[in-house]
């Protein structure tokens, strides 16, 4: 047994593992996952780019090589220093890579390390090492010096991005464009404001409006670009970051298998670029089933950054706007370290050609040819000789100095060109005052330096991840119907599974169903296999939230009073499960009737009472029209003191709601009835929109608020009218010239392109209108010979058929510009152009 003294203390079992496992957890934070601020390198990163530096010739070397010299300075094995460094050959930074590295976008592996090689890029060999400046450490066995840190003059931590979990805490500092990182340097030297945004290799859209500077408690949302084929075909062209095309693929798979899409076949088809073709099913709205990718895949993921880096030997949550003032600090104060290490070596350049112009000038070589007894009679003479010149100089000589002298060559001495060291000294005076110059305007050094990055390293490296706003998708508006919803309206159950009772419809297992009972109860439950209501069911539908415009009429008779009242009322919220009663809430009450109208229609009806009643008129008319729309709590208006034997139709109601108005939000390519955006105007059920886009085409589509559209492509966007006649002005690419028809739509298919415009290369529609009578302004030349030359175009050209060229209206001219000559804005113009 353990003796007891030894289970309790500091040196005891438990005093021991305490100071271990703290000893672990900060060698794992420190050394292993979590990257230093000074460089942004974790120590594996940082030991790899060391051993490359080394072995660096300029030629690539095997990876199996780099890995090999890294095991000098790194103590976990081959495994962990491979992976790392295909890491950092996948950035496409620090390392030039040749062979299979994998792909980011597959999430293929590597080939194996004999077989692929690499070497140092010019970029990191300018910006990552300098021998002078760096502080330096022993190995992990001491026989080598490592760098500390390496000298980065460049935020390589927020171009690259870093991710690791260490004990008890992890890091996850996302990407950013190099670009807009040198850019936002050079703005904080300069004390202007700056913004910093991701930027993945693998593009796609991203939405930080609630990125936090990378902070905990941030999150990003990243988007698949999916793009409309045909109306039968979607594609994707990148995934987001953290995605490989499998696990994409994979995602839509199980998303289709669980009903929550329809689709025919997903086939991946990436080879250089990705592009994932998804077939749909017949009848499947394409609009849809992208929010429902968006909605139920991996095509759109969340991601949480958690900027977490080392300072001062110890970890600190950061954010990025931080970090990059700390890189760039960290920068300036490396690059005033080399101009005053450069300073000093020109200074002691300058000194010893001073020293070596008088030396021989002056003659005092020839002390060397006098006979001195011992040497340091001859050292002492020339120090000597050197005195009447201290002026010149701007130190002390030295004994060192002069024995570096002495060392020269002797046939040196007799071939030596005065002037030519007196035009190596004028040029070593012009650098010492560049150099001080530079140390006195530090900052415009600094920004000057990161201008040369700029110039030489920033092609080919513009964003690739577009920043757009994202709609917020609600999955139940775009979960397809998965499940059929059956009632047994007499025992008072609906559910999925009552697959022998009377079929309801189609809806999603995200749904919400609403349900009326005979007794005037009502209950809001969800889709479920078997879910009790309420005896003798009426009424059964998927509810919708919100919903202001479907209305229900109701008549039904007072237990207590045995008074009959009509209602009508909406349902726009309610608490799921909880049990409504929409009558007066007295015994034996029941519904005598109920409609529901979806846009608020009021019907006649015709009310027979009892035969057995006192009344004199055993039937009688009611209006529903007559009754306002208020809650589902209020108690209706009086319709008869007498028995009711049934009600009946007797002629059907017309819409009591007006049209709605709509909006287009072009942040979002969305339709909506929020006010975001242009308003489009009041739109019937039956109303149509008009989209007129700049590559020539034109489509007829109705209201539906699930489609998308691309803002950037729109020329035209109204509520269409197929009286209305459309002006167009168009490129004509082959004969380089201007076109402009005007023509009536004249198809009614919807949700089909129709090309209005000569088809050719190059082809493009420059504007269009459906102004009654469009005035176009066509300006030319600058200045004082600026011209502007108005043309009415309803008397310039004849109305024509859709299908027609027009008529030449001027050629093309790269100075000409043209715009609708507006005076004021007319109900039937088109709400955006």
């Given at each position: 047994m353990v003796p007891k003294e030894q289970l309790n203390g500091d040196t005891g079992i438990s005093g021991q593992y305490r100071s271990w496992?703290?000893?672990?957890?900060?060698?794992?934070?420190?050394?292993?996952?979590?990257?230093?601020?000074?460089?942004?390198?974790?120590?594996?990163?940082?030991?790899?780019?060391?051993?490359?530096?080394?072995?660096?010739?300029?030629?690539?070397?095997?990876?199996?090589?780099?890995?090999?010299?890294?095991?000098?300075?790194?103590?976990?094995?081959?495994?962990?220093?491979?992976?790392?460094?295909?890491?950092?050959?996948?950035?496409?930074?620090?390392?030039?890579?040749?062979?299979?590295?994998?792909?980011?976008?597959?999430?293929?592996?590597?080939?194996?390390?004999?077989?692929?090689?690499?070497?140092?890029?010019?970029?990191?060999?300018?910006?990552?090492?300098?021998?002078?400046?760096?502080?330096?450490?022993?190995?992990?066995?001491?026989?080598?010096?490592?760098?500390?840190?390496?000298?980065?003059?460049?935020?390589?931590?927020?171009?690259?991005?870093?991710?690791?979990?260490?004990?008890?805490l992890a890091t996850k500092i996302l990407p950013h464009n190099f670009c807009e990182l040198i850019e936002?340097?050079?703005?904080?030297?300069?004390?202007?404001?700056?913004?910093?945004?991701?930027?993945?290799?693998?593009?796609?859209?991203?939405?930080?409006?609630?990125?936090?500077?990378?902070?905990?408690?941030?999150?990003?949302?990243?988007?698949?670009?999916?793009?409309?084929?045909?109306?039968?075909?979607?594609?994707?062209?990148?995934?987001?970051?953290?995605?490989?095309?499998?696990?994409?693929?994979?995602?839509?798979?199980?998303?289709?298998?669980?009903?929550?899409?329809?689709?025919?076949?997903?086939?991946?088809?990436?080879?250089?670029?990705?592009?994932?073709?998804?077939?749909?099913?017949?009848?499947?709205?394409?609009?849809?089933?992208?929010?429902?990718?968006?909605?139920?895949?991996?095509?759109?993921?969340?991601?949480?950054?958690?900027?977490?880096?080392?300072?001062?030997?110890?970890?600190?949550?950061?954010?990025?706007?931080?970090?990059?003032r700390l890189s760039v600090d960290n920068t300036r104060e490396l690059l005033k370290k080399e101009l005053e290490i450069k300073l000093k070596e020109l200074q002691d350049k300058w000194h010893y050609t001073s020293l070596e112009r008088i030396f021989f000038e002056e003659k005092i070589y020839k002390e060397l040819e006098k006979k001195h007894k011992e040497w340091d009679d001859v050292i002492n003479a020339i120090s000597k000789a050197f005195q009447p010149f201290a002026k010149q100089l701007k130190r002390a000589v030295t004994r060192e100095d002069i024995l570096?002298?002495?060392?020269?060559?002797?046939?040196?001495?007799?071939?030596?060109?005065i002037e030519e060291l007196n035009a190596q000294i004028k040029k070593i005076e012009?650098?010492?005052?560049?150099?001080?110059?530079?140390?006195?305007?530090?900052?415009?050094?600094?920004?000057?330096?990161?201008?040369?990055?700029?110039?030489?390293?920033?092609?080919?490296?513009?964003?690739?991840?577009?920043?757009?706003?994202?709609?917020?998708?609600?999955?139940?508006?775009?979960?397809?119907?998965?499940?059929?919803?059956?009632?047994?309206?007499?025992?008072?159950?609906?559910?999925?599974?009552l697959k022998k009772d009377e079929f309801v419809t189609d809806c999603s297992d995200l749904d919400d169903i609403i349900a009326?009972?005979?007794?005037?109860?009502?209950?809001?439950?969800?889709?479920?296999?078997?879910?009790?209501?309420?005896?003798?069911?009426?009424?059964?539908?998927?509810?919708?939230?919100?919903?202001?415009?479907?209305?229900?009429?109701?008549?039904?008779?007072?237990?207590?009073?045995?008074?009959?009242?009509?209602?009508?009322?909406?349902?726009?919220?309610?608490?799921?499960?909880?049990?409504?009663?929409?009558?007066?809430g007295s015994e034996n009450s029941k519904v005598h009737y109920m409609s529901v109208n979806p846009n608020g229609e009021a019907e006649v009806v015709k009310i027979i009472l009892s035969p057995s009643s006192s009344a004199r008129n055993k039937e009688l008319d009611f209006y529903f029209e007559t009754l306002e729309v208020k809650n589902r709590g209020s108690m209706g208006n009086q319709v008869t003191k007498y028995p009711i034997k049934t009600v009946k139709v007797k002629e059907a109601g017309k819409a009591t709601i007006t049209?709605?108005?709509?909006?287009?939000?072009?942040?979002?390519?969305?339709?909506?009835?929020?006010?975001?955006?242009?308003?489009?105007?009041?739109?019937?059920?039956?109303?149509?929109?008009?989209?007129?886009?700049?590559?020539?085409?034109?489509?007829?589509?109705?209201?539906?608020?699930?489609?998308?559209f691309d803002a950037d492509k729109i020329i035209v966007m109204e509520k269409f009218d197929p009286e209305k006649i459309i002006t167009a002005i168009y490129l004509d690419n082959e004969k380089m010239q201007y076109n402009v028809k005007r023509f009536r739509i004249e198809t009614t298919t919807l949700h089909n392109k129709f090309s209005f415009i000569k088809e050719g290369e190059g082809n493009r529609l420059e504007t269009a209108t459906s102004d009654n009578e469009p005035v176009i302004a066509i300006s030319s030349g600058r200045g004082s010979q600026a011209k502007t030359q108005k043309i009415k175009l309803a008397s310039f050209v004849e109305v024509m058929g859709w299908k027609a060229v027009g008529a030449k209206l001027f050629d093309f001219n790269k100075s000409v510009s043209m715009a609708w000559d507006v005076k004021k804005k007319k109900d039937n113009q088109p709400s955006l152009f």
């Open positions: 496992f703290l000893d672990y957890a900060s060698y794992v934070i420190l050394e292993r996952a979590v990257p230093a601020v000074e460089d942004g390198l974790k120590p594996v990163q940082r030991r790899i780019l060391h051993s490359m530096k080394e072995m660096d010739d300029g030629r690539f070397n095997k990876a199996a090589n780099i890995i090999g010299q890294s095991m000098q300075y790194h103590p976990h094995g081959d495994a962990s220093i491979g992976d790392a460094l295909v890491n950092l050959g996948q950035k496409d930074l620090l390392i030039e890579t040749q062979g299979n590295w994998g792909d980011i976008n597959t999430g293929d592996e590597a080939a194996a390390a004999r077989y692929i090689e690499a070497r140092l890029s010019k970029f990191a060999l300018e910006v990552a090492f300098n021998e002078k400046t760096t502080e330096w450490a022993l190995s992990y066995d001491g026989r080598k010096n490592e760098p500390v840190t390496l000298p980065m003059k460049f935020p390589l931590l927020l171009a690259q991005g870093a991710e690791g979990i260490a004990v008890g936002a340097s050079i703005k904080y030297l300069r004390g202007k404001k700056f913004e910093l945004s991701p930027d993945f290799q693998t593009g796609g859209m991203a939405d930080t409006s609630n990125y936090n500077e990378g902070k905990r408690g941030g999150k990003i949302r990243v988007r698949s670009r999916i793009e409309e084929l045909d109306k039968k075909t979607l594609v994707i062209r990148d995934v987001p970051y953290g995605v490989t095309t499998t696990q994409l693929m994979d995602s839509i798979v199980k998303a289709n298998d669980l009903g929550k899409i329809k689709i025919k076949k997903v086939t991946d088809k990436t080879s250089a670029a990705v592009e994932i073709l998804i077939d749909l099913a017949p009848g499947i709205s394409p609009d849809i089933t992208t929010d429902a990718l968006y909605a139920f895949t991996d095509c759109e993921v969340s991601i949480s950054p958690n900027a977490c880096v080392i300072v001062d030997h110890k970890p600190k949550f950061i954010g990025v706007h931080e970090l990059l570096k002298l002495t060392e020269k060559p002797v046939r040196r001495i007799y071939r030596l060109d012009a650098e010492i005052k560049q150099v001080k110059h530079d140390l006195a305007n530090l900052t415009d050094f600094a920004v000057a330096y990161y201008d040369g990055l700029l110039k030489k390293y920033g092609k080919g490296r513009e964003r690739k991840t577009e920043l757009r706003p994202f709609e917020s998708i609600q999955a139940k508006q775009v979960a397809i119907a998965n499940v059929k919803l059956y009632v047994n309206r007499e025992d008072g159950f609906i559910g999925t599974g009326f009972t005979k007794s005037g109860k009502m209950k809001v439950v969800k889709v479920a296999d078997k879910v009790f209501i309420g005896k003798d069911i009426i009424h059964i539908a998927v509810f919708k939230k919100n919903d202001e415009r479907t209305t229900y009429n109701m008549i039904y008779l007072d237990g207590k009073s045995k008074m009959s009242y009509a209602k009508r009322f909406n349902v726009t919220g309610v608490t799921r499960e909880k049990e409504y009663d929409l009558t007066k049209g709605r108005k709509i909006w287009f939000d072009d942040s979002f390519g969305r339709l909506n009835e929020e006010g975001k955006g242009e308003l489009l105007g009041m739109f019937d059920a039956d109303d149509r929109l008009l989209v007129i886009y700049s590559d020539g085409n034109y489509e007829i589509t109705d209201t539906e608020l699930s489609q998308r």
